[in-house]
């Protein structure tokens, strides 16, 4: 087709025209549309934050040994040293465990302050590799003197099945998702198609090329979910900021991704696939209804 | 440029478009198709424009084999002819510049080219006053016009009008045919359909085709 790039305000400007032949539809749709890419990206963002989480929590792949009281230290280290699977031992004294605390719990802590005395213990925070993590704990436990043994491993384990059942079910969704958007868009464009039908026989009958004649219209529905997903972002970063903010007053040593980063995460991923399923859903229903308009 | 062998048309529902005709049409020839409504023009306008194909003999137009052309080079075909419809078939929502150059953007013009040649058509058709006018806001004529612009903006091979003066009193159908008439040139035929008879019966510089019930009688500009 001669004239591709000196079309493209005609191509814009005949996009236009068509929404305006079916505002209410369009609108309909926009709305719709942008309600789905919401439900997608906020479960995108959930699987991303459990992501972190995770992998938050296996980096910090300690275990805390509490002992009893006039334990030989040095004796205590040298065996949990001698264990496969330990990288390296720090000993935390009552002091560095209150601090630690008091960091971990940021404003909460203060009621640390309303006890007379510090109420911690001290202990030794034993860096393992997180494979040998069952064998490390169980050789630990049967050590001379060690009282008590504190790891992530449960939570751990909670957290990697919610993540793959969130994985399984992000993927339903984002198959249930799809295909909405491609019936939505296809109908849209089916529909734009047979209203301007007459329209698009003139053109046929003055000899224009099928490609001249639709591109219209796959704009049309490009444009369509590309508006339903920005007004998604605009959603998503609403119940985001809402939701980090709720947690991080909440639980406040929970790690999270890091907002902006996230964000930009999110609208990239609404926009890509406002942009993927848009032109899908509009191709479909060009190719659907074209050959039918003489 | 035409060239019709025993050529005819059957509709589905088994009705005659034409029957058995034969004619042949040079360049540059100016044709009046004449007949009664329901003799046979239409049909005839159809097939020159690939809209129905022929039931059976052979249409050539401009050198394309009407017999299973294929949709390219019916496409190709089609960007050599100016057609002005009987209903216009103009886009509404658009003005009347953006009508006459939208038959001109998927040819091999560049932008200055096709802005200079839709003007000059608008100018030929007396429509350079409301360039940027909603076709849907114009007069019966001057949508007319609008049509007769689209289709000479492209300088096209072959300007076929379909019933031009239908709806227009006898002064300004004449108007509209001098306007169609002077597109002819050696290198453009123009095909004009009508049912008023009086109105051409005098224009010794044209061909006649007669539709008379499906069948076609011509007379070439020398009366033979």
């Known amino acids: 087709m001669a004239n591709r790039k000196n079309n493209i305000p005609y191509f814009i400007k005949e996009a236009a025209v068509i929404v305006k032949g079916d505002i209410s539809s369009n609108t309909m749709s926009v709305i719709s549309l942008s309600f789905i890419f919401f439900i997608l990206t906020i479960l995108f963002s959930i699987t991303i934050n459990l992501q972190t989480l995770i992998t938050d929590l296996k980096e910090q792949a300690e275990i805390s040994v509490f002992y009893e009281e006039n334990t030989d230290l040095d004796t205590l280290k040298t065996k949990l040293q001698s264990i496969a699977g330990v990288r390296n031992i720090t000993f935390i004294n009552q002091e560095n465990a209150k601090k630690e605390m008091v960091e971990t719990l940021g404003e909460d802590s203060k009621i640390i302050d309303l006890f007379e005395y510090n109420p911690f213990s001290p202990y030794l925070e034993v860096n393992i590799e997180l494979e040998k993590l069952s064998e490390v704990v169980n050789e630990i436990k049967d050590t001379k003197n060690v009282t008590y043994i504190r790891d992530n491993k449960e939570i751990l384990l909670k957290l990697e099945n919610i993540m793959s059942l969130i994985s399984v079910f992000g993927i339903f969704i984002l198959l249930a998702v799809s295909i909405t958007t491609v019936f939505v868009t296809s109908h849209l464009i089916r529909q734009g198609i047979y209203i301007n039908r007459e329209a698009i026989g003139t053109l046929k009958l003055l000899g224009a090329p099928s490609k001249f004649i639709f591109f219209p219209y796959l704009l049309n529905g490009l444009f369509m979910t590309l508006f339903a997903g920005i007004l998604s972002i605009g959603l998503t970063f609403v119940t985001v900021s809402y939701a980090f903010k709720m947690l991080l007053s909440t639980i406040s040593f929970i790690k999270l991704s890091p907002f902006n980063e996230h964000m930009v995460v999110l609208a990239g991923f609404a926009i890509l696939l406002s942009i993927v399923l848009g032109i899908l859903g509009s191709a479909i229903g060009i190719k659907s209804t074209s050959p039918k308009i003489k | ?224």
């Open chain 2, 1 to 224: 440029m035409i060239e019709a062998k025993n050529l005819s048309l059957i509709y589905k529902d088994g009705t005659h478009g034409i029957k058995d005709v034969n004619l042949l049409i040079p360049q540059g020839e100016l044709v009046y198709v004449t007949g009664t409504s329901g003799s046979g023009k239409t049909s005839f306008i159809k097939l020159l424009l690939g809209i129905e194909k022929p039931s059976s003999g052979s249409l050539d137009v401009i050198g394309y084999s009407m017999n299973n052309i294929s949709s390219t080079k019916l496409q190709s075909l089609r960007q050599l002819i100016g057609p002005v419809f009987q209903d216009f078939k103009l886009l509404n929502g658009r003005s009347v510049y953006d009508n006459v150059l939208v038959g001109l953007r998927f040819l091999d013009y560049s932008d200055e080219k096709m802005h200079e040649l839709s003007l000059n058509a608008m100018e030929k058709v007396g429509l350079s006053h409301k360039v940027h006018s909603p076709v849907e806001n114009l007069s019966y004529g001057e949508r007319q016009r609008v049509a007769i612009a689209r289709a000479v903006a492209r300088s096209p091979r072959l300007i076929i009008a379909d019933e031009p003066t239908g709806n227009l009193d006898k002064k300004n159908a004449l108007i509209v045919l001098d306007l169609l008439k002077s597109f002819q040139s050696n290198e453009t035929s123009v095909i004009i359909t009508t049912h008023a008879v009086a109105l051409i019966e005098d224009e010794k510089n044209a061909m006649h085709i007669l539709v008379e019930d499906t069948k076609m009688s011509v007379r070439d500009r020398y009366g033979k």
